[in-house]
């Protein structure tokens, strides 16, 4: 069964290269986390779809300056 998961993670990872996928890790205090993670859900809105959302109009707000 190590190998079907093993192809199945191979056929994520090209799939995400194609696509323009990276993984980024960031440390962050867990109650930021917790507090972002409960407004989005509050919201209705993925956490993935906000953080795209924030780091595009942030990245524009200085492109204006």
């Given at each position: 069964m ?15 290269k ?15 986390v ?13 956490q ?18």
């Amino acid at each position: 069964m190590e190998s079907k998961a093993n192809a199945q993670t191979k056929a994520s990872a090209k799939w995400n290269k194609k696509a323009g996928y990276i993984a980024k890790s960031y440390k962050l205090k867990k109650e930021t986390v917790e507090e972002f993670a409960q407004a989005c859900e509050k919201a209705g809105v993925s956490q993935a779809g906000q953080l795209t959302k924030m780091m595009h109009e942030f990245a524009k707000s200085l492109e204006e300056k």
